[in-house]
C-alpha cells in the first residue's frame, strides 16, 4: 500500500489573493484621508481655527511692526537721511567764496550720489516795485537755482509750478514761503496774470510759490531764478555756492568724508559740509530694535501656534480609536492605518495653514490701512507659518498615529 506524502506546514502555503498585501495610491490615501475631515466638517473646522488662529497670529505681530517701521522710515527719509548739503565757507572778510563751475560734474561721478543740485547767491537786488527801496534788508536773497532742485531738497509747491530748462532761460521766478510773505504774493490764482517783482533793474515774472522747505531753511527766504537766466541777465558766473545731494544711506558717511577735495580739490578747507542728520541714526537704531522684534514675536508665537496645533491632532487621533479599530478588523494593515491618519493631520494643518495666512494678510493690510501705514507683508512669515503648520501637524500625528495602529482590532475597538 502507497504511503500518501505528508502534508507541508500552513506556513508555507501558497497564497492566495485574500492574503496580498494591498497598497494605496497618493490619490486612494489622500481621498481616505480626507474621509474625516469630510464627515466631521465642524469637528475640523474648530481643529483648522486653533492652527489658522496661531499663524494669523504670527503673520500680524510680525506684518503690523513691518508696515509700522516702512512708515517710519519714510517719515525718517523725509528729514534728510539720505542727504548732504555742501556751502562755500566765507573767508576773514565779508566776500563769499564759490564752488569751481565744474564741482556739479565732479559730486555726480562719485558713486554712491544719485543727484546733485547747485544755488548760487547772485547777490542781486529785490524790488516789489520801482518806487520802492530794496528788500535786501528784509533777509531775502536771490538764488540762482537748477531745475532739479525741488527733488534733491524733497521741496514742494503750494502754487504754481517751478522753473523748467524752458523757464529757467526766461526772466521768471520762484519765491520761497517766507518771501512771497514778504513780498506781499501770498498765493498765485490760475487765470490771473503773474505778478512781478523787480531784481536789479530788470522785472521778472512770478510763476510760482514754495512751501516750506525743512531740509533747506534758506530757501524759504529766497527768491529762485533760472540758472541760464540768472547767468544772462544777472551776470552770474556759473559758480555755485551751495550744493545739495542725495547719496545712498548706506554711504552718506563715505561721501561725506570725500566731498570737501571732491568739490574744491584746491581747498578743500573753504568747503563745509553738513554732517549727516541725527534721523540717520535714529532710522538704524529703529532697524535693529524692530528685527530683534520681529525675532521675538514670530518665536512665541510660533510656539502657541505649534502647541495648539499637537493638541488638536492627537485628540483627534486619539478620538477615533473605534474607527480605527473598525479598519484593522476589516484587514487594513498598520501602514494604512498610519498612512490615513498622517495624511488627514497634513491635511489639516495644511487648510489651517491656508486659513491663517489669509487671516493674518486681511489683519495686516487692514490694519495698515487703518493707521495709514503702507501695507508690509513679509514673505518669509508666510511661507514659515504654512511650512510650520504642516510640519508641525506631521510631528503631532506620527506619536498617536503609530500607536493606534499597534492596537489589535478587540482593543481598539473596546477602548472606544
Do not use: C
Amino acid at each position: 500500500m502507497r504511503r500518501l506524502p505528508r502534508r507541508r506546514s500552513g506556513h508555507h502555503r501558497p497564497t492566495t489573493p485574500h492574503h496580498r498585501r494591498v497598497r494605496l495610491s497618493p490619490a486612494d490615501l489622500l481621498r481616505l484621508g480626507l474621509v474625516g475631515i469630510r464627515t466631521r466638517r465642524m469637528r475640523a473646522a474648530l481643529s483648522a481655527l486653533g492652527i489658522s488662529i496661531g499663524i494669523a497670529t504670527m503673520i500680524v505681530v510680525t506684518g503690523i511692526p513691518a508696515s509700522s517701521q516702512r512708515a517710519l522710515n519714510a517719515d525718517l527719509t523725509a528729514l534728510g537721511t539720505d542727504r548732504l548739503q555742501a556751502v562755500a565757507d566765507r573767508t576773514s572778510g565779508d566776500e563769499t567764496v564759490s564752488f569751481p563751475p565744474e564741482s556739479l560734474a565732479m559730486v555726480r561721478r562719485i558713486g554712491p550720489v544719485r543727484a546733485v543740485t547747485g544755488v548760487a547767491n547772485t547777490h542781486a537786488v529785490v524790488r516789489r516795485s520801482d518806487r520802492e527801496g530794496a528788500l535786501e534788508a528784509s533777509g531775502m536773497t536771490v538764488l540762482a537755482a537748477q531745475s532739479n532742485l525741488l527733488g534733491v531738497i524733497n521741496a514742494k509747491m503750494r502754487s504754481g509750478r517751478y522753473l523748467s530748462s524752458a523757464t529757467g532761460r526766461i526772466p521768471t521766478v520762484v519765491l520761497g514761503s517766507v518771501a512771497a510773505a514778504r513780498v506781499g504774493i501770498p498765493d498765485l490764482r490760475p487765470g490771473d496774470p503773474p505778478p512781478l517783482v523787480l531784481i536789479n533793474d530788470r522785472w521778472f515774472s512770478v510763476i510760482g510759490i514754495l512751501r516750506s522747505v525743512p531740509l533747506a531753511p534758506d530757501i524759504d527766504r529766497s527768491v529762485l531764478v533760472g540758472w541760464e537766466a540768472a547767468h544772462s541777465m544777472l551776470g552770474f558766473d556759473r559758480r555755485p555756492t551751495q550744493l545739495f545731494l542725495r547719496a545712498d544711506e548706506s554711504a552718506v558717511e563715505d561721501v561725506h568724508a570725500v566731498l570737501p577735495a571732491t568739490i574744491n580739490p584746491q581747498s578743500p578747507s573753504e568747503v563745509r559740509v553738513s554732517r549727516p542728520s541725527d534721523a540717520l541714526a535714529a532710522k538704524r537704531s529703529t532697524e535693529a530694535t524692530f528685527s530683534g522684534l520681529f525675532i521675538g514675536l514670530a518665536g512665541v508665537a510660533l510656539l502657541v501656534g505649534g502647541i495648539g496645533v499637537a493638541n488638536t491632532m492627537v485628540i483627534s487621533v486619539l478620538e477615533r480609536r473605534r474607527e480605527i479599530g473598525l479598519r484593522r478588523a476589516l484587514g487594513a494593515n498598520r501602514g494604512q492605518i498610519r498612512g490615513q491618519f498622517l495624511t488627514e493631520s497634513i491635511a489639516l494643518s495644511g487648510l489651517g495653514g491656508l486659513a491663517g495666512v489669509a487671516l493674518g494678510v486681511l489683519g495686516t493690510i487692514g490694519y495698515a490701512a487703518y493707521r495709514g501705514w503702507p501695507p508690509v507683508v513679509p514673505l518669509p512669515a508666510v511661507t514659515s507659518g504654512l511650512g510650520g503648520a504642516v510640519l508641525v501637524g506631521v510631528i503631532a500625528g506620527v506619536y498617536p498615529a503609530v500607536r493606534a495602529s499597534r492596537l489589535s482590532p478587540t482593543a481598539a475597538l473596546a477602548s472606544a
